[in-house]
């Protein structure tokens, strides 16, 4: 059965990429469409479009664009039901430990960020309240 390939613009829609964003990406390697048409548009399949979103979400966390290619080989490695040599799919799956430690903690540093900004914007808000209510509007 032959898989429905995307263009750029839907997997944009898609993603919630932009399509600089999507050809960066493919400039650096990160993800390579899976197809060209006949008039040489990206083609991408649905196994391009859950790269994507692998890469969207490393990025808010601050991943380096190497860091998301060596989870993205290692997955692809884990995923291709090669055989895998004895303890290899073990050290696999402990890099793996290791970036789900680091977005933990990445995590962490910006539930920390998230709750300082939303005291920053309350205290705002009461500013307001408390000027408006000691100072009446004049006419």
Known sequence: ????????????ARTGLSLRTIRHYEETGLVIPSARSQGGFRLYASDDVA???LIRRMKPLGFTLDQM??????????DSGDALKAGERQALLDRVRVYEQAAGEQVER????LAR??????ALGTRLK????AAPLRE
Do not use: N, P, Y
Request: aromatic share 2%; glycine share 6%; proline share 0%.
């Open 1 to 12: 059965m032959h898989e429905k390939h995307m263009q750029i613009g839907e997997v944009a």
């Open 130 to 133: 408390s000027s408006a209510v």
């Open 110 to 113: 910006l539930r920390v960020q």
């Open 69 to 78: 290619r060596d989870l993205l080989d290692i997955t692809d490695r884990l």
């Open 51 to 53: 790269r994507l979103m």
């Open 117 to 122: 900004a939303e005291e920053f914007a309350g």
